[in-house]
T-cell receptor
């Protein structure tokens, strides 16, 4: 069964430090996509970064980078120089053809940035 | 512009009321989605529309009725809801292309629904 695992229910990080949010996935489809979304308390799901299974390089978007380790089926999100506004729930997600291309979300990690 | 607009932002309704949630996007996306999200849980897929036709219904109770009147608009009609239907309802849209695994879904801010 395809699934996404986020093992950190909550994290507390000092402002300006780097943060790594863990995500592992499981799929038998060689073609899949991995996504990270941020959800502040306001509710909006904000797309952060995408990594394709065939991409040779790790994806980066500003302060966000995805540490993609295909053999380990790991897709950790790294936030550099964290800011107070990074406090939010973060969801790792995957989609592949084995589930009709539906997005599967992990349970999320609640990130708290401390001043 | 990756904006998906949902209205209203908040809705309180009784179990006998009829109400509708609205979702709009002007990105030319031809796939639109409704998700339900309970507190501290990930979103759960409810419905998928592709080219204005319902393609996926995740066994959602009939008290939820989706409608896609045109390529930019998605509605969710609510009738005779239960208190356990109280949740954040999120709309999303994406461009339909050959490689679905790489399509990015863009979400709205959601409607917080309370059923009394």
């Amino acid at each position: 069964a395809q699934k996404i695992t986020q093992t950190q229910p909550g994290m507390f990080v000092q402002e300006k430090e780097a943060v790594t949010l863990d995500c592992t996935y499981d799929t038998s489809d060689p073609s899949y996509g991995l996504f990270w979304y941020k959800q502040p308390s306001s509710g909006e799901m904000i797309f952060l970064i995408y990594q394709g299974s065939y991409d040779q390089q790790n994806a980066t978007e500003g302060r966000y980078s995805l540490n993609f380790q295909k053999a380990r089926k790991s897709a950790n999100l790294v936030i550099s120089a964290s800011q107070l506004g990074d406090s939010a729930m973060y969801f790792c997600a995957m989609r592949d053809r084995n589930r009709d291309d539906k997005i599967i979300f992990g349970k999320g990690t609640r990130l708290h940035i401390l001043p | 512009d990756t904006e998906v607009t949902q209205t209203p932002k908040h809705l309180v309704m009784g179990m006998t009321n009829k109400k509708s949630l609205k979702c709009e996007q002007h990105m030319g996306h031809r796939a639109m989605y409704w998700y339900k999200q309970k507190a501290k849980k990930p979103p759960e897929l409810m419905f998928v529309y592709s080219y204005e036709k319902l393609s996926i219904n995740e066994s959602v109770p009939s008290r939820f009725s989706p409608e896609c009147p045109n390529s930019s608009l998605l509605n969710l009609h609510l009738h005779a809801l239960q208190p356990e239907d109280s949740a954040l309802y999120l709309c999303a849209s994406e461009e339909v292309s050959g490689g679905a695994a790489k399509n990015i879904q863009y979400f709205g801010a959601g409607t917080r629904l309370s059923v009394l």
